[in-house]
C-alpha cells in the first residue's frame, strides 16, 4: 500500500510561500506587464489591487496561491506594491472576506490562463509520474517534476498530500512494472541462482555478493588475476547475454546502485519482485564495472613495467659510463696503430701488444660484449626481464578479454 513520505514539517513547507524568493525570479514572475496592470487595475481599492496583484504573480510562480497571502516575503510584497505605489503594510486588509479573494483567485487563473485539474488530466499525471518514476526513484524530485508539470501546463497545483500519494504510487508501480519486465528472465534455475549469491560459502564464510562488490586497490597481479575471475564468473553465469534493453538506463543503474551498496542481509529481507531486480542490474553493472577495472589495471602494469625497464636502462648507462669511457681510450689506441703508416704490417701486431697487453685488451673485449645494446635502444630488453611476472595475468587476461 502506497504511503506518505514526507514529514508534516515538509507537508506544511511546501503549502507555503518560500521564506526567500531570489531577486531573478522576482524579476522575472513579480513583474508586471501591461496586460497585468489592466486586470489588475479593475479592482477598486489599493488593498485589493495588491492582493489581486499578489496572487497573479504567486501563481505564476509557484503554480498555486497559498491560503495566507500575509505569509508572503516581505521583498515580493514590497517589490509588487512598489510597481503599484502603494504600501506594502495594506496587504493585511486583504481577505476579510473569502468570497472576495475566491474571486479574484479565479480572475487571476483565467487571466493566466490556468484551470483545476480534471479527471483527465489527474490519469495524464498518473501515467506521466509512472513514466518518470522508470527513469528516477527519488520521492521528493519526483514530487518536484510533477509540480513543474503541472505548472507548465498551466494546471493549478494540486494539494501536495495529494500529490505524495501520487508518487508514492507511482513508485510502486515502478517497481511492479520493473519485475513484469525483468520476469522472462527470472526462471527458476536463474533465481536460484541469484539467491546463491547471498548464500556465504561453507569454507570462506564469504557470499559471491560480497566478492563481487570487493575492488580491485592496485595494478598488482593478484589483483587483475582477481579481477579477470569475477569477469569469468560473470561470463560463466550468462550475465554478458542478458536483455535489460526494456528497463530505462537510469533505472538499471539506480538498482545497480542499490545492489553495490547493500548488505547480504538487507537483500535478503526484500521481497523477490524487488530483491531480483536488484541483483541483475548488479551483475551486469560489475560485468561492465570490472571489465572497464581490469583493462585499466592492465594497461597501468603494462606502463609500470615499461617505466621500471627504461630506468632500469638508464641506470645502467650510467653504470657503465666509466667502463666505456676506458674502453674507447683502449680501442683508440689500436686505430692509432693500426693506421700509422711508419709501423710495417708484420710489426702492427707487436706494437699493438705493446701498447695494449693481449690479456687487458681480452678482458676488454669481454666487457664490450655486455656494453652492446640492441637497437632501437628501448630497455626492451630491460622489459623482457619481467616476462615471468606478466606471464602470472596476461594468458588469463588475454582468455578472457577476446
Known sequence: MPIGFLTTAERERLSRFPEHIPEDDLSVFFLLSEADHQAVNHQHDDHTRLGFALQLCTLRYLGFVPHDLGTAPSSAVGYVAEQLHVLPEIIAAYGSRIATRTTHLQQVQRHLGFRRATPLDVYALHTWLLKRALEHDKPALLLQLACDKL?????????????????????????????????????????????????PEPTTGRTSHSWLRQEAVSPAASQISATLNKIGFLQDAGVNQWDLSSLNPNRAKWLAQIGWKSTNQYLQRMAPERRYPVLVAFLQQALLHHTDVAVELFDQCVWDCHSEAKQELEGFRKAVAQSTNEKLTLFRELGHVLLDDEIDDPDVRAVSFERVPKKALQEAIDETQSLIRPRPDDAIDFFGKRYSYLRQFVPLFLHTLT
Open 151 to 199: 505548472r507548465r501546463e498551466h494546471i493549478v497545483r494540486l494539494g501536495i498530500t495529494r500529490l505524495e500519494r501520487f508518487v508514492a504510487t507511482a513508485r510502486q508501480q515502478a517497481h511492479d512494472e520493473t519485475w513484469r519486465r525483468l520476469e522472462p528472465l527470472l526462471s527458476t534455475e536463474r533465481q536460484a541462482f541469484l539467491d546463491g549469491l547471498l548464500t
